[in-house]
């Protein structure tokens, strides 16, 4: 588990420093973010009509975005539970955790996730906008100085989420990529293709990506170019 750091960059400064920038989320490094706390890596999902969209993370971190990608293919884990119950689901040590918990998630063998995660959501009132997850390697609960600035960034991308510009990129008046762009798009093509409704195609594809063992952004690619029909594993 990360180390007590005396150092620590101060995450309201980062914070303060983004939202003077008015870029919205785009504004803050999830990788200086990460460092900053003395974690692996972070992310943010935000509750949308299909789940736990992934918004804000960094492209080099192929565990924690595996990680989230495996807890919205099967609709559990600590980011899960947060976005649910509204309160920090904070796991020193995933290996340790009941199998009952999370039997689907814990029984999973194509993913290696990382051995702690802390997820924090990011309420608004009553309203649950999503949740801020950082991820470790290694064993240990978190320091208090650690999970001090953990709820100041959580509570400072809540602040910027809540401005005009949000998600936004306002020098592009882009919005921030959407990682499963792709999984929407095999979802609305299946609803076509099967003549079923919206949320009945996303569990299509969630099923079918953990009864093969496949990374559900795989299954929609091939479902998108047509090399899937959900009955015969992808090519």
């Known amino acids: 588990m990360p180390a007590d750091a005396p150092d620590i960059p101060d995450i309201p400064g980062l914070v303060a420093a983004a939202t003077q920038a008015g870029r919205?989320?785009?504004a803050l490094e999830p990788r200086s973010c990460a460092l900053a706390?003395?974690?692996?890596?972070?992310?943010?999902?935000?509750?949308?009509?299909?789940?736990?969209?992934?918004?804000?993370?960094?492209?080099?971190?192929?565990?924690?975005?595996?990680?989230e990608d495996l807890q919205y293919t099967l609709g559990e884990g600590p980011t899960v539970d947060a976005a649910r119950i509204g309160e920090p689901v904070l796991v020193p040590d995933l290996y340790t955790v009941p199998e009952r918990r999370w039997p689907a998630l814990l029984a999973a063998t194509h993913l290696k996730p990382?051995?702690?995660?802390?997820?924090?959501?990011?309420?608004?009132?009553?309203?649950?906008?999503?949740?801020?997850?950082?991820?470790?390697g290694t064993t240990g609960s978190l320091t208090r100085p650690q999970m001090s600035h953990l709820l100041a960034l959580a509570e400072g991308a809540t602040s910027i989420l809540t401005t005009p510009h949000g998600i936004?990129?306002?020098?592009?008046?882009?919005?921030?990529?959407?990682?499963?762009?792709?999984?929407?798009?095999?979802?609305?093509a299946l609803t076509v293709m099967l003549g079923i409704p919206l949320d009945q195609a996303l569990a299509r594809l969630r099923a079918y990506a953990f009864t093969h063992n496949l990374p559900l952004v795989d299954v929609a690619r091939d479902v998108v170019h047509h090399r899937a029909d959900l009955n015969d594993p992808p090519g």
């Not at 702690?116 to 906008?129: E, H, I, M, T, W």
């Not at 936004?168 to 979802?187: E, K």
């Open 114 to 136: 990382p051995r702690a995660a802390f997820a924090v959501p990011l309420n608004l009132g009553a309203a649950r906008l999503g949740v801020l997850t950082g991820h470790c």
């Open 168 to 188: 936004h990129d306002m020098s592009s008046s882009n919005p921030l990529p959407l990682h499963r762009a792709l999984i929407h798009q095999a979802t609305g």
């Open 37 to 67: 706390l003395g974690l692996d890596s972070l992310t943010i999902c935000l509750n949308d009509h299909a789940g736990l969209e992934l918004v804000w993370y960094d492209p080099a971190d192929t565990v924690g975005v595996a990680f």
């Open 24 to 26: 919205g989320l785009t």
